[in-house]
């Protein structure tokens, strides 16, 4: 499946033996992702059964394309939401669906045919991160939409050597051992666009929806976004990912946030 680009093995393991806390071999799995020798893929999901009976309709376990489990990742939750329907996965209505994710139950649904879900809260944003600028740089900053990332709002996409800086930033001391993915934003006109260095990939993929969360939540917090209004990101594929954020109240503001895009079967195999 593919999602704006950001492409996914899938497993229908709803009825296989896998036992909660077993994982899948590394070495399975970056033969599976390998392009060129395997299927060819950024991550690898199963859907199984979720951790208790009644939470959701439906679980994943995803697994970065280096065998690495991640907690979230958007596009493949938004492949999900389409996948759940294709297999007649859903929840009291017939279009919706509720996806464990991780430790979260999500709420995704099909709006005239595009999947989308709720994301929830933006669990932290930091609209200055302690990292320096590079030339061309204008602004860098963090937030953890389920996974973290660094968001660099930048002069020019198209000059931006996302292998090189992607690599030293997802490293950066302040994201502490696990590092984070590196989105790269920019406006040219009234459209902005998005390039990720995503961990677990190593490399540059051609989208990332929790990163478009992320970039979202600091744009708006930057004030280079508008307020209130859905902001579209146009992804290296060339397809766009929406992002609608909700402020909440209280003592302590919340963001939350609703992501939409593509969710695509490209394929049906059997592996040899």
Known sequence: MTGSGNDFVFFDGRASTLEDGETLPTATIRALCARGTGVGADGLVVLVPPSQPGRADVRIRYYNAD????TLCGNATLCTVSLAAELGVVGDGNDSVRIEVGDRVVNGRLADGVPEFE??????IDPSAPVDLATGERRIGYAVAGVPHFVVLVDDIETVDVAKRGR?????PSAGPPGANVNFVARAGDRLSIRTYERGVEGETLACGSGSVAS????AAWGVSTSGVPTRLWTRSG???DIRLARGGGARPTVSATLRGEGRLVFRGELA
Do not use: C, F, I, T
């Open 239 to 241: 397809a766009p990912l």
């Open 216 to 219: 979202a939540a600091l744009l």
């Open 119 to 124: 994301l929830g809260d933006v669990e932290r």
């Open 67 to 70: 065998g690495s489990v991640a």
């Open 168 to 172: 030293s930033l997802r490293h950066h």
